[in-house]
Each structure stands twice: as structure tokens, then as C-alpha cells.
């Protein structure tokens, strides 16, 4: 599955335009997922400096995403354009219901499968 993660409030803590701390299982959690298969996209408001430390954050905690704002990875960010991109599942901490915990969210996608 092709899953858009958002970053701010849902894999760190709410904190912009610094980097909050990780929020509890996000890094270990997506990395499993990536693990069992799934496309991971980096999904989120961010842009220039803010999306560079975002995504080296993410780097240093050893996730790194299929592709950021976009489905292509080879496409450049271009902040006129839509960020509107396709995935099966979006994680992101303005859901109706809030963000469930990531071991919750991860056993909700592990169950999708079967």
C-alpha cells in the first residue's frame, strides 16, 4: 500500500518551524511498514529549510521516504503546485478522530492486509 505521512504532530511533536521529539513508536512503526512492503511518502506542510531538516531528521532516525509532497520521487517540490498526492492510507494527526497511537496504527494497517 502507498501510505502519506504527514510530519508535524504526527510523527514529531507539534513544535514548528522547530522539530519536536518523536512522538512514542512513530520511527519504529513506519519502519516496519516499509519493512513488510509498504510505500512510504512524506506528506506534509512543510517547505525549504523546514522540509530539508524534516527530512534530514528523519534520515538520522533511519527512515527515509519513497518520495516527499509528491508521488514521484523524481519530481521537485514546486510550492505552486498541488500537494495533493494519492496514497491508500493517510496518517496525519488532523484526522477526524485524532492520531491513534503508532503500534494501534500499525496493527490497523497489518489487519487491512489480511
Known amino acids: 500500500m502507498i501510505i502519506a505521512v504527514d510530519f508535524d504532530g504526527t510523527i514529531v511533536e507539534h513544535e514548528f518551524p522547530k522539530i519536536g521529539t518523536e512522538i512514542p513508536n512513530a520511527f519504529d512503526t513506519l519502519k516496519a511498514l516499509q519493512n513488510d512492503g509498504h510505500t512510504l511518502i512524506l506528506w506534509t506542510f512543510r517547505s525549504g529549510k523546514e522540509l530539508k531538516a524534516a527530512i534530514k ?13 509528491s508521488n514521484d520521487p ?37 489487519d487491512m492486509e489480511h
Request: charged share 30%; proline share 4%; with cysteine.
Open 74 to 110: 523524481e519530481k521537485k517540490f514546486d510550492p505552486k503546485l498541488s500537494r495533493k498526492i494519492y496514497a491508500d492510507i493517510y496518517i496525519d494527526d488532523r484526522n477526524i478522530m485524532g492520531l491513534p497511537d503508532w503500534l494501534t496504527i500499525q496493527k490497523l494497517i497489518q
Open 57 to 69: 531528521f528523519c534520515k538520522k532516525n533511519s527512515l527515509e521516504f519513497f518520495a516527499v509532497n
